[in-house]
């Protein structure tokens, strides 16, 4: 069974432009969600999809965002990028039926602006 | 407020010896779930074990154990028998009634030959 998979593993843009990230859950699952990790603030959520359907949302501006299309593959866009948006970007998915499930993560993508 | 605090920001430990790694957590919450995770230097965050509020028994999974003590809010992780695989980061989580999980700023484990 495959795993989480995330494309591309790594990213370089520059301050302004917009990127967009991709990742496609295991076989099944229903439920995307969508991580930051930075060495100062560590991890921190961003945002859940489950069914196409944007179900939790974590503290971040308006230039994040992500959708989630029919077959679970979700993505998630950065408009306006900042110097401070450099961090790696995990998304894990689950079977999304709630009570502690297990997240499955993917290996990240690595996103650095200039 | 919901929270994670591990406390050991880095660990050194020498091979084939056991190693606890500590984690205490704060809510307000009834139900919750507490995780742990292992990063390797690769970046992908692999799942160890799982514990349950309402479990009575400590969870194990191989030379993983979790050593949940409620009252004290604490939930360490124990690795029995470390090897040096085992070297990575490894980030406690807690995942609410709401089902969103918040993680600790981690523990980077080196394992010493």
């Known amino acids: 069974k495959a795993g989480v998979t995330q494309t591309p593993r790594y990213l370089i843009k520059t301050r302004g432009q917009q990127v967009t990230l991709s990742c496609s859950p295991i076989?099944?699952?229903?439920?995307v969600s969508w991580y930051q990790q930075t060495p100062g603030q560590g991890l921190q959520f961003l945002f859940e999809?489950?069914?196409?359907?944007?179900?939790n949302k974590g503290n971040f501006p308006g230039r994040f965002s992500g959708r989630q299309f029919s077959n679970s593959r979700s993505e998630m866009n950065v408009s306006t990028l900042e110097l401070g948006d450099s961090a790696l970007y995990l998304c894990?998915?689950?079977?999304?039926?709630?009570?502690?499930?297990?997240?499955?993560f993917g290996s990240g993508t690595q996103l650095s602006v200039l | 407020a919901q929270k994670i605090t591990q406390t050991q920001p880095g660990m050194f430990v020498q091979e084939k010896e056991a190693v606890t790694l500590d984690c205490t957590y704060d809510?307000?919450?009834?139900?919750?779930?507490l995780f742990w995770y292992k990063q390797p230097s690769s970046g992908e965050m692999i799942f160890l074990i799982y514990?349950?509020?309402?479990?009575?028994q400590n969870a194990t999974e191989g030379r993983y154990s979790l050593n949940f003590q409620k009252a004290r809010k604490s939930a360490n992780l124990v690795i029995s028998a470390s090897q040096l695989g085992d070297s990575a980061m490894y980030f406690c989580?807690?995942?609410?009634?709401?089902?969103?999980?918040?993680f600790g700023k981690g523990t980077r484990l080196h394992i010493l030959p």
């Open positions: 894990a998915s689950s079977l999304g039926t709630g009570g502690n499930e297990k997240l499955f």
């Open positions: 076989s099944g699952h229903r439920s």
């Open positions: 999809y489950f069914s196409e359907t944007q179900r």
């Open positions: 809510t307000s919450d009834q139900s919750y779930g």
């Open positions: 514990q349950g509020s309402y479990d009575e």
């Open positions: 989580a807690m995942m609410n009634r709401d089902d969103k999980i918040i």
